[in-house]
Antibody
Framework: QLQLQESGPGLVKPSETLSLTCTVS??????????WGWIRQPPGKGLEWIGN???????????YYNPSLKSRVTISVEMSKSQSSLRLSSVTAADTAVYYC????????????WGQGTLVTVSS | QSALTQTRSVSGFPGQSVTISCTGT?????????VTWYQQHPGKAPKLMIY???ERPSGVPDRFSGSKSGYTASLTISGLQADDEADYFC??????????FGTGTKVTVL
């Protein structure tokens, strides 16, 4: 059964860069039927799509981001480690959230499964 | 890209049906048949319930059904059960590899 696990610092200082890693196990990370994404949820609030990265086909290596975050976000993959990474620069308290990594299936346009999520707090 | 608009909360008695709406624009819900619904229990990660407007992943009960008309998508839960009490979020593809979520609906089982 495919599992996704987020990891990274739980506390980041304002103006610094948030860095998280998602490790995928129990399935093929390089399968061209899938690509990988990140979603976040501020405490007590709704879900916000951050971005996706494609690792196959004509889109291979291409990443796409929420326009509201695009200037600060980078998503990458490391195929040899079955990992996806998220970097969000110049963070503020508004970036405090639970961050989820997800798999996206070609043709289904849905996020499934989800990692358990990791809370990142931005505070000095 | 603005968040899709969902009713803040709905409630029903066990066995009843409830419907959650998700309203967007022609650039998202109205423009694509790629609306998904997620169920989230407190402290848990969201779970996919419906994709491509009305398709159910394996393991999701057929009490959950989706539909769309114009700029509004809907999720109907029939035969409401206690475990259905959760937050529900819609999400739509919005073109150019972009996705947008709804504001979320709290379902309460009375």
């Amino acid at each position: 059964q495919l599992q996704l696990q987020e990891s990274g610092p739980g506390l980041v200082k304002p103006s610094e860069t948030l860095s998280l890693t998602c490790t995928v196990s129990g399935g093929s990370f390089s399968n061209r039927d899938y690509y990988w994404g990140w979603i976040r949820q501020p405490p007590g609030k709704g879900l916000e799509w951050i971005g996706n990265i494609y690792n196959s086909g004509f889109n291979s290596g291409n990443s796409y981001y929420n326009p509201s975050l695009k200037s600060r976000v980078t998503i990458s993959v490391e195929m040899s480690k079955s990992q996806s990474s998220l970097r969000l620069s110049s963070v503020t308290a508004a970036d405090t959230a639970v961050y989820y990594c997800v798999r996206v299936t070609h043709g289904q346009y849905c996020f499934d499964p989800w990692g358990q999520g990791t809370l990142v707090t931005v505070s000095s | 890209q603005s968040a899709l608009t969902q009713t803040r909360s709905v409630s029903g008695f066990p066995g009843q049906s409830v419907t959650i709406s998700c309203t967007g624009t022609g650039s998202d819900v109205g423009g694509y048949n790629h609306v998904t619904w997620y169920q989230q229990h407190p402290g848990k990660a969201p779970k996919l319930m419906i994709y491509n407007v009305n398709e159910r992943p394996s393991g999701v009960p057929d009490r959950f059904s989706g539909s769309k008309s114009g700029y509004t998508a809907s999720l109907t839960i029939s035969g409401l059960q206690a475990d259905d009490e959760a937050d529900y979020f819609c999400c739509s593809y919005a073109g150019d590899y972009i996705y947008v979520f709804g504001t979320g609906t709290k379902v309460t089982v009375l």
